[in-house]
Structures are given as C-alpha cells and as structure tokens.
C-alpha cells in the first residue's frame, strides 16, 4: 500500500468516525469494552487463567 493509499484510507476512516451522532460511539465503545477478554489474558495469554482454574479447583475440594 502506498503512502497517499494509507493517508486517503485514514482520512476516510476519521470522516465517517466523526460524522457519526455521539450516541452511536457511545454504544460502539461500550459494546468493544464488552467483547474484550480480562487483562491477564491480554497480558500473558490462557496460561495465568489455567493456573487459576486449577487453584480454584483445589480450593473447593472437587
């Protein structure tokens, strides 16, 4: 892609960001924070989650 393709495709993408009403970012951005995954995992991946699992499982006797 080159140089003008990426500015003309970024200028598109900010003008159709900005023309929208403020509810619909509002309900996009609430909707994104919804769908992301805990922090650990964006952090470190399953492995933390799995050795938490497996704590829990200890702790409860299962």
Same mark, same amino acid.
């Given at each position: &892609?080159k140089?003008?393709?990426? #500015? $003309?495709?970024?200028?598109?993408q =900010?003008?159709?960001? &900005?023309?929208?009403?403020?509810? #619909? $970012?509002?309900?996009?951005?609430? =909707?994104?924070k919804?769908?992301?995954?805990?922090?650990?995992?964006?952090?470190?991946?399953?492995?933390?989650?799995?050795?938490?699992?497996?704590?829990?499982?200890?702790?409860?006797?299962?």
């Amino acid at each position: &892609m080159k140089t003008n393709d990426y #500015v $003309k495709y970024v200028t598109q993408q =900010l003008v159709t960001y &900005m023309d929208q009403p403020k509810e #619909v $970012k509002r309900e996009q951005r609430q =909707l994104k924070k919804q769908e992301r995954s805990p922090i650990a995992f964006q952090l470190f991946g399953v492995i933390p989650y799995a050795i938490m699992m497996l704590f829990k499982k200890k702790k409860s006797g299962v």
